[in-house]
């Protein structure tokens, strides 16, 4: 079926089920048969009615009708309407933002329901559990919710209760959006349709209406959605559902202000804030008229659009929406700035920022609100539960008890903390005066450990400058004689031909001549490898591992990642110095088959990570380790103020890791 077919389905089919009377006409009806019940039942099951029916038109009236059905529920014996009041109170005290109340009784009202075993008990189950996913899911925890939501749904669908199934279709499309997982969310959509045409229920048919001309707002097809717009507003004017027909019209001005026709959403986003004032919502009236406001400053009417944005911020204050002041104090900042009214604008834009900095801080607030409730809401079920099993009135006694000897406790405690302060403050002067000996003393330990490090940077930096004059001295000095050497007695064993004893021996001589040469050659590369000098870090890593893995004593991998930026030299050859001690412990002393070598470059930081699968060790032994490896490995990091990490178990191998920070390329 066509999108228009189907929305045409809708306006056909909902039209045979609109409610004709008005909210007084509802609401006299309610009185009357109030003053008619018979029974205690009828009475709560009355109240119940006006109660919820008051959350959906006017909160102000919905509050002191909370207090008198919660006080008719505590009265009854009559479990089905003392769940359904604790239920319609979680919802309430939800849209007021008392998490822990809203938690309190949603959860009483599911306990009470889960113990009536009829049809009407499991609808009402599963009615409160879709309000607990609701609640969940605008307080940001969408995995209680799904669950909540699909445990509903499981119940509902063996009575076929299409209002309260289209409920959770919607929520589960709003969780599936949020989760990025569109093809279930257009799943449930399609659910949500194929139920839409058999509700008869005017308020969730309202909801679903506007649910569904949103997404096709959203998909830009406003055409499509203006006549679902319209279907909504019918329903909702003809059964004076004040907050839906204000967040109706303000949703169709907002499908006209993303087609840019911000004269004509003028008109509906006044609609907006009048009906929102009808419910008693005054933040979406504030809201409405901060959105009709900003239409005229899109339309550049900005001295209208001026008079109507103060007296929005003003009554933002007074409702302290920290959202709506941000928002209003934004447009406030640029059509001042457009009249050129710089002061104006630079404090509007000041308060914009503070006004910014404050909803960080409420939202963390906000979080922890609701995280703590549901931690609250557990202990009290826990504690609603051994309260039933114990003597009430002995236990409350006990806790007034305990309560008197707490407050005297504290009194106490104040006193002793006092008294604590008072002798602490003569204490502060002489503890300041050993505070500054004390930081004298770190200071000239500082110095000290300056020098040693100066001490250790030179001796290291001799000790390199000796390794290279030693390796260029046995590579052009020794290395050329030997070489030399090899030429002449090859030259020697072509013009005389011995006999086959003697070649033998000759050819042995020469193979130790080789065994020496490529010896001195791995020894002047240990001293100084010129691969370091000439490319650099990772090309001697890369060397020195391929040459350890090719001796077969060791099977080492090597990993680079990051940049490819040459350090200073002094860097490159301390960072190799300790890369070559480290591998060389891991074959001396680890016992291990494998090894990994880890280089990290970044912008300003590099970092060595050498691991193997040996043996290990408790990292308590450490200090008792009698060689230098460690220590001159320590040394050269402290050197050039990196940091020495070592991680190791017996028989889980070691992982040693070196970081500096700060580089200079």
Known sequence: MSINNFIKVIIVLSTLNISVFAQNQKLDSLHTAFSKAENDSSKLNILNSIFYFYINTDTAKAKEYCAEVLKEAGSTNYDFEKAESYRIAGIYFGNAADFEKALFYYNKAEKLYGSISTKAGNIGFAKTLTNIASFYQKNGDMQTSLTKYMEAESILLQYNDNAALLKIYLGLVDIHLHLNKNEKAMMYMDKAKSLSNLIDDPYVRVEYLINYANNLTYENKFKEAAPVYEQARIIAGQNDFFRLLSVCEYDYAFMLTRQEKYEE?????????????????????????????????????????????????????????????????????????????????????????????????????????????????????????????????????????????????????????????????????????????????????????????VAVQAALEGEENERFRIARDLHDGLGGLLSGTKLTLSSYKEAYVPNEEATNTFNQALNLL????????????????????????????????????????????????????????????????????????????????????????????????????????????????????????????????????????????????????????
């Open 514 to 665: 080789d065994t020496s040469i490529t010896e001195l050659r791995r020894v002047a590369r240990n001293l100084m490898p010129q691969a370091l000098l000439n490319y650099g870090l990772k090309e001697a890593i890369s060397e020195f591992c391929d040459s350890i893995d090719k001796s077969g004593n060791l099977k080492v991998k090597h990993q680079f990642f990051g940049l490819e930026n040459r350090l200073l030299q002094n860097m490159e050859l301390t960072i190799y110095r300790i890369f070559q001690e480290l591998l060389n412990n891991v074959i001396k002393h680890s016992g291990a088959s494998q090894a990994v070598i880890q280089l990290i470059q970044e912008e300003e930081r590099i970092s060595l990570l050498v691991q193997d699968n040996g043996k290990g060790f408790e990292k308590e032994m450490i200090e008792s380790f009698t060689g230098h490896g460690l220590k001159n490995i320590k040394s050269r990091v402290e050197s050039m103020g990196g940091h020495f990490e070592i991680d190791s178990l017996p028989g889980r191998g070691t992982e040693i890791t070196v970081e500096f920070e700060n580089l200079k390329l």
């Open 265 to 453: 959403s003028k008109i509906y986003y006044f609609k907006s804030a009048e009906y929102a004032r009808k419910a008693g919502s005054k933040f979406d009236e504030c809201d409405a008229m901060y959105k009709y406001g900003k239409a005229f400053y899109y339309n550049n009417e900005l001295e209208a659009a001026n008079k109507i944005l103060l007296p929005a911020l003003k009554q933002a204050e007074e409702i302290k929406s920290k959202l709506l002041i941000r928002n209003i104090l934004d447009v406030l900042y640029y059509l001042e700035e457009e009249r050129g009214n710089y002061k104006k604008a630079y404090d509007y834009l000041q308060r914009y920022v503070d006004t910014i900095y404050e909803i960080f801080s409420e939202d963390d607030q906000k979080q922890t609100n609701f995280l703590n409730a549901k931690y609250q809401a557990a202990q009290k079920e826990h504690e609603i539960s051994k309260l039933l099993t114990e003597q009430k009135i002995q236990n409350l006694e006990l806790e007034k008890r305990n309560n008197l000897i707490l407050l005297l406790t504290l009194l106490v405690i104040s006193f002793l903390i006092a008294f604590f302060f008072v002798r602490q403050y003569y204490k502060n002067k002489r503890k300041i005066a050993e505070q500054n000996v004390k930081i004298h003393r770190q200071k000239v330990n500082e110095l000290e450990k300056e020098k040693q490090l």
